[in-house]
């Protein structure tokens, strides 16, 4: 068996409590806002202020959803001085976010955003062909 089986094995067998801990994740990217505060994260860290403003929502709401994701260990906080800069957890949670994303692209009638650099128009050949 090699390491791709084996590690695909492993990931079909989970312990009930990590697909408990799956689930809650989930479930905190189930909100909109939550998912754009993840997302406005994806290229570094942030604080309260510019997320409620890249989510336009005010600084309170965006600060009580931040709690959830910090309970949920998506997010991490900074303090520097009076203000609170947020993060991704880890690089798994960024690309968790991604996936997600991209995912919800191949959903759309058109060719996904991620794809089409990638895309080539069938009347022309590939490069090497």
Not at 12 to 19: A, Y
């Amino acid at each position: 068996m090699n390491a791709d089986n084996q590690q695909s094995s492993e990931l079909r067998r989970p312990t009930e409590d990590e697909v408990d801990l799956a689930t809650e994740m989930f479930q905190m990217l189930a909100d909109g806002t939550r998912f754009r505060l993840l997302l406005a994260l994806v290229d570094g860290e942030l604080p309260v202020n510019d997320l409620a403003q890249a989510v336009d929502k005010p600084p309170a709401g965006v600060s009580q959803h931040l709690a959830k994701l910090r309970l949920a260990r998506l997010v991490a906080p900074r303090r520097d001085g009076t203000r609170i800069f947020y993060r991704l957890e880890n690089d798994h949670v960024r690309q968790l976010v991604i996936d997600v994303l991209e995912h919800a692209e191949h959903m759309g009638p058109s060719v996904p955003r991620h794809h089409q650099q990638q895309a080539v128009p069938l009347s022309q050949p590939a490069a090497g062909d």
